[in-house]
């Protein structure tokens, strides 16, 4: 009879599923690096029109890559769109031959997913301070046929130097930047594209735009590998709404920037607010890794959790010292509620 | 320096994206099985009032679970949310070892994801008549680890009798029943998983309830392979405003009930009008296949289109005579603009 052991994949057994910051109705959630002040009303009002058109199948890439390809300064051609930029992760190994390579700590997807494709994931770990170490990441590139590099760097929210990356795309092995936060940076790699055709950048809708609920993230990548992600992926992976939402966004891209301005500032204030009692860490994000050593992380997270705040725990990172929890920039209310939090920890 | 072909999984260059039905402004589009009663008011109300929460990742997936899981009459463990029923196909088979089996003709995509991820993909004829042909199925048995079938079948609409389903289940293999549109026949599988932990039945919030273009799927299977498809999920698959659409969809029913009833009568109509001219396929969907030989199907596609009607053109199934075209049973209006502009061809 049935064995599901014997039906799945050898590897499948193994896995373990992501695991989402936690939400709890009526705390305060900074745990997702979402944005807390939210979607232009613009994008708002434009969802609501479209709601009458829920029953249709999405049919607007092709705009919606247009648009894009606008926004970043490239051809609709170096445009894939995917259900978040995940689900581009997803596609990106898809086609793409392993082993992959990412750096420790990074962004857990990278290494689930490729678990999750039967690929082998390897790994470079950052220096002790958690910057980029080039050295240490070249040295398993023989390992490896897909590189993976995330900046600016979640959980750690540090960047990586220009002339870094381009050692790195000087391999000339498929390179995903993963550009999520890059708007808080003022920093991109798009124009490395124009010299390096192994380039692919990853950005999303979800944080600066504040669109995580609709799902929407593209890749930037030469026409080649734009056509080859397109191959593998599904025909309608982008929902209605997030594509009438994009076209809003960027229809209003002030909003944007005035978001992300005003989350820059609250960043630099909520830095010195933590330092005070612990060891944050410069970020390029929107959200601040700290190291609370001697007190265990678990512990200081449950404290704020009593206090009504939800931040992410990591504990410690293998190989490195320190207890960790990450925090969201908030808006300047919400970052007030957490600092008061944070005072009783 | 950079070789694309050399970075790529060796199966990846020769694959074909999906097509999807063409999408005209202006022109009356009966390609693609939508609803045209298209979603409750109740839900696009509700989508409405969410749309300032889409800056929030989603996170009611348990609750949709539970909600589904009252409405087809089993555990919220015995389910699994995907983004459209697409996403679990590929869920299904990145889980489970191929090669995969499935009909010929049957829904393309069966196969494009086999492709994908490279496993092998084998098929079985349906009879001349597009019924099932259960002995050609299980002479491909050997050759395959995961089963696919689609009831009622895209794109014939025929439907597979009870018997032959068990004589598939009780091979012991794990098995897909696709039940996309299993609102339309007065049937469905769920109540066989009491007896084969190896069924797995996909159904979807796109046809019957009108919400293609939100993208909402589900898998109903034992709690272990629940488990198994959970592993391999992405974490936020599923948009916020699919989530509160999927609930509201659920608290009223009886809308998606008088839309179903009311698109089988226009079946009926539509299968006799397409009857007085061409050969139709008895359907139990919200489709008509027919076969239009000696004609072209494209030509009468095309015919169709000057008329302002997009339908689908199959033209020639591998193996079997005809020349088919696929028509969605729409609203009494729009059939009626489908029917005025089948008599000019």
Redesign the interface.
Known sequence: ??E?EE???PW??G????V??E?VEGKL?LA?N??????SPK??ER??EA?????????KDAVVQRKIAQYTGVDAKNIVLG??S??LI?LLI????GPVLGQHPSFAEYRLVSQ??GQEYVEAPLDAGFSFNVEAYLEKKKEA??FFLCNPNNPTGTKIKRKDLIRVLNE???TVVDEAYAEFMNQDSVELLAS???LIVLRTF?KSF??????LGYSIS?P??AD?L????????V????QE?ALAALDDIEYMRQSVSEIKKQRQTLFMEIAKKYRPTESWANFILFDVSPKKAGDVYQRLFEEGVIVRCFGEFKGFRGQYLRVTVGTRKQNQKFIEALKKT
């Not at 896995?15 to 992501?18: A, D, G, H, T, V």
């Not at 504040?210 to 799902?215: D, I, N, Q």
């Open positions: 009879m049935f599901l039906s799945l994949k499948v057994k896995l373990k599923p992501y989402p910051g939400m959630k997702s979402e944005n807390g002040y939210g979607a994008v708002v969802v609501r709601a009458s058109r829920i029953h249709v199948y999405p049919y259900n978040g995940d689900e997803t898809t086609a793409f031959r999750i494709l046929n897909l000339g092995k498929p390096y055709d192994n979800a504040g669109l995580a609920g609709l799902r030469s080649e590998i080859a397109k191959k593998v992926k599904p025909p309608f992976n929902n209605v709404l997030a939402a």
